[in-house]
């Protein structure tokens, strides 16, 4: 090949080559500065985010309101729900003064109850029930309530037990003055709760009607106080019910008797009730008072051929002490009833038990009661009602 064209040729593929690298270059260039720019896009995007949790966070601290909704929370919705239970289980022999005697072993309580707090404001509550040879299963409570966080007052609204009396007791039996005066309702309750005071009132359209009405015309008021210090405390409740007739244990009886006599309800009949607890180092005293403020028509509720004007106390005294490394009470209690024959309740009862917590959240009780019937000129048997011996095997959840 000729020299000239040898050169010729080589200095022409080098120029060709050359101009081929340099666009390749440019184009790798310009490709790194499009994937800086897409970083510098994403790095800028995360620092809002950064940004804007710093400036929830800071919210959250400074205004402790501003919480996560149910949901939202890394724990998820059931960190807001608690649900909780109680399971009893009963072995009881009776010895009447009169007749054979019996026993039974009964599931008494099974209750299982879920609350849920919705929002700051808002929570709700639904209680089922079951008692043997007693309630079948049924919803007992369910209410919504609304509280002011940060402030005194509140409002409940739903079927719920209204505040009108305590009925405390660390017997296995429920005191008398819980037949007389428990009352559930479909009620709407408000009130104030603030430095140990509590207080408000409640209204409901009571299952008795007056004279056939249909109304919300019932209604109440409750307030007590109470203070805890050092090893020392005492509560103090004061309740009012324009118609204790609507109590569960007086309503059935008083519903009976006026479709026999085939009467309207005559007119609501007030009740009152008052309750004290005082608890000093292991000692714990309770005394509590229920009672009609008038008497029922005789075709109502009646007693020696009149109304009857049903009441009912109990004075009871307990002691928390250690048994064999186990937590334990002891207690005795003296009640009496007035008038309240005609609600199959006994004239007195004296009872004593002692309970121990077996295990965590597990206690088992034992229980003795004696019963007095009303005198035949009352219109009771005359004698004893007999000796009552409970055991009790009763868990927490």
């Given amino acids: 090949m000729n020299r000239h064209a040898l050169a010729a040729a080589v200095a022409t593929a080098f120029s060709c080559t050359g101009v081929t690298a340099a666009g390749a270059i440019d184009d790798e260039l310009a490709a790194i500065k499009a994937r800086l720019r897409q970083l510098e896009q994403h790095v800028h995007a995360q620092n809002e985010v950064i940004r804007e949790k710093d400036r929830q966070i ?13 949901g939202q929370s890394s724990g998820g919705w059931f960190q807001h729900v608690e ?22 072993i009964s599931v008494a309580t099974a209750e299982i109850g879920v609350t849920a707090q919705i929002n700051d404001w808002v929570a709700g509550e639904i209680t089922l029930l079951y008692e043997e040879d007693d309630t079948d299963l049924e919803v007992d409570v369910a ?7 940060d402030g005194p007052w509140f409002v409940s609204a739903g079927q719920q037990y209204v505040p009108f009396g305590t009925y405390e007791t660390n017997l296995v039996s429920d005191p008398l003055t819980l037949e007389i005066g428990e009352t559930r309702e479909t009620a709407i309750v408000g009130g104030i709760e603030s430095g140990g005071f509590v207080g408000g009132l409640y209204v409901f359209n009571g299952d008795l009607a007056r004279r056939g009405d249909d109304q919300i015309d019932a209604f109440g008021a409750f307030a007590g106080f109470s203070h805890e210090g050092g090893n020392h405390g005492f509560a103090v409740n004061l309740g009012y019910i324009s118609d204790i007739g609507d109590a569960d244990g007086l309503q059935d009886t008083i519903q009976d008797n006026i479709n026999t006599a085939v009467v309207d309800y005559d007119d609501h009949v007030a009740g009152v009730t008052l309750d ?21 028509h005789v075709n109502e509720l009646a007693f020696k051929g009149s109304g009857a004007q049903p009441s009912a106390f109990n004075l009871e005294a307990g002691y928390s002490f250690t048994l064999v490394g186990r937590d334990a009470t002891v207690a005795v209690a003296y009640q009496e009833t007035d008038e309240a024959v005609a609600l199959g309740l006994p004239e007195k009862r004296i009872a004593a038990a002692i309970s121990v917590d077996v295990m965590e959240n597990t206690a088992v009780s034992f229980e003795w009661a004696h019963d007095d019937d ?22 927490e959840f």
């Fill in 143 to 149: 209410a919504i309530t609304i509280a002011d966080p």
């Fill in 58 to 70: 800071e919210a959250l601290v400074s205004n402790p309101r501003v919480r996560e909704q149910p």
């Fill in 83 to 104: 649900i909780g239970g109680a399971l009893e289980v009963e072995a009881g022999y009776n010895d009447p003064d009169s007749g054979g005697s019996s026993s039974d």
């Fill in 276 to 296: 004290a607890k005082v608890a000093t180092g292991p000692f714990m005293f309770i005394a509590e008072y229920t009672t009609a403020v008038d008497s029922f």
């Fill in 374 to 395: 009303y005198s035949a000129a009352d219109g009771g048997t005359g004698t004893s009602g007999g000796d009552t011996v409970t055991a009790q095997l009763a868990v």
